[in-house]
Structures are given as structure tokens and as C-alpha cells.
């Protein structure tokens, strides 16, 4: 058990509906990464979150949004799904602002098959 | 961000020694080499990190150059469950808003 956790750990939808992915980061990190995996591909960097405030943000689509709450747990937003939205979805925390001097740590991950 | 260069796939023996080799030519000052190890359907596991010189742990071990232009993670004496994908990520050390976004990695194959 990495300290992060995600839920759901599979999901299964319809194109067109909204899911939401939730992510509770290890204790006493500040930042939570979401990176989107799809089959045989590498890690695409969706967006980062600080201490509640949006830090970085990568290859993140205007369908899909994410927040960060008080009690520092995340969640992402993905809707008007499509085929292409299947993909494992990781979540990541870190303690500081940045991955550097400690690392990520990443959570089990959430399965979306989009049927 | 400095882009990394690692090979697609190697393949070695039980026992072993593997040395995974990246390149980032535009490494920043300020930035930090970490290498991840993922399995599949699970998410990256944090192996090691460093700035310069070499870098040991129980896993492996970090070789970066002077000019920190390449990194070599080493793996002594592989086994069969050291089969997965290595990554290289150069992180910077600010808080500076940039993305962030791995490699394709090096898939490593342990054959018996």
C-alpha cells in the first residue's frame, strides 16, 4: 500500500456520461498529480494540484477538470466521454510543490473502459 | 523541460547486471534524475534519484556524469520479477509551473 488511494479502482460507462475519480493523497503531501495512461502508452501529465491551487497543468482536455479540496483529497472530472477516454488513470502525490528530493507517489490507479 | 531519451526495450538473464542508460542534453541546473519502475496495471514505483556523481540504494544503484547530460541506472543481479518498464523523469527542484510527463520508458525484459 503506497498511502495513495484511488477510487473507484475499475469503472465502466457509456459514451457521453461523466465519472468522477477520486484520489486521497499520502499524508502530509501537499500535491496531487493526475496522469492519464492509455494501452501501451507512456504517462501523460494531466494536471497538478497544491495545497488546494492549481500548480501545473500538461495535455489535460477541456472536457476533463479537477480540484483539490480542503482536506487536500482530489478529484477529476471527466465528461462527454468518448472511446478514447479508456485508460488507466494515476494519481500521484507528492510532499512539496514539486517531485523533486522525495518523488511521486502513486496510487493504485482507476480502469475506465468507455463503452 | 529536459527531454529524455531512453531505449525502447531491453532484454537480459537472470543474475545479471542491467544498466539502463538515458539521455537529457538540456537538463537544467536546478533539476533532480529519478527513474520509476511500473509494472503492469499498477502505478510507478518511486526506485532512485539523484543530482551528481552516484547515487546507491538498496535497488540499484545512479551513475550521472559531470556534465549531467546521461544517466545510467544500474540493476545488479536481475531476477525474473525485475521485468517491467523503467522510466526517466528529470524534475525540477522549483516550484516553477511546468508540466511534467514521463517518457515511454524502457521496457526491460528478465528471461531465465
Known amino acids: 500500500d503506497s498511502g495513495v488511494t484511488q477510487t473507484p479502482k475499475h469503472l465502466i460507462t457509456a459514451t457521453g456520461q461523466r465519472v468522477t475519480l477520486r484520489c486521497s493523497p499520502r499524508s502530509g503531501d501537499l500535491s496531487v498529480y493526475w496522469y492519464q495512461q492509455s494501452l501501451d502508452q507512456g504517462l501523460q501529465f494531466l494536471i497538478q494540484y497544491y495545497n488546494g491551487e492549481e500548480r501545473a497543468k500538461g495535455n489535460i482536455l477541456e472536457r476533463f477538470s479537477a480540484q483539490q479540496f480542503p482536506d487536500l483529497h482530489s478529484e477529476l472530472n471527466l465528461s462527454s466521454l468518448e472511446l478514447g477516454d479508456s485508460a488507466l488513470y494515476f494519481c500521484?502525490?507528492?510532499?512539496?510543490?514539486?517531485?523533486?528530493?522525495?518523488?511521486?507517489?502513486f496510487g493504485s490507479g482507476t480502469r475506465l473502459t468507455v463503452v | 523541460l529536459a527531454k529524455t531519451t531512453q531505449p525502447i526495450s531491453m532484454d537480459s538473464y537472470e543474475g545479471q547486471e542491467v544498466n539502463i542508460t538515458c539521455s537529457h542534453n538540456n537538463i537544467a541546473t536546478n533539476d533532480y534524475i529519478t527513474w520509476y519502475q511500473q509494472f503492469p496495471s499498477q502505478g510507478p514505483r518511486f526506485i532512485i534519484q539523484?543530482?551528481?556523481t552516484k547515487v546507491t540504494n538498496e535497488v540499484a544503484s545512479l551513475f550521472i556524469p559531470a556534465d549531467r547530460k546521461s544517466s545510467t541506472l544500474s540493476l545488479p543481479r536481475v531476477s525474473l520479477s525485475d521485468t517491467a518498464v523503467y522510466y526517466c523523469l528529470v524534475v525540477p527542484s522549483d516550484t516553477g509551473r511546468r508540466a511534467l510527463t514521463f517518457g515511454s520508458g524502457t521496457r526491460l525484459q528478465v528471461q531465465p
Open positions: 500521484a502525490s507528492s510532499v512539496g510543490g514539486s517531485a523533486a528530493n522525495y518523488g511521486y507517489t
Open positions: 539523484g543530482y551528481k
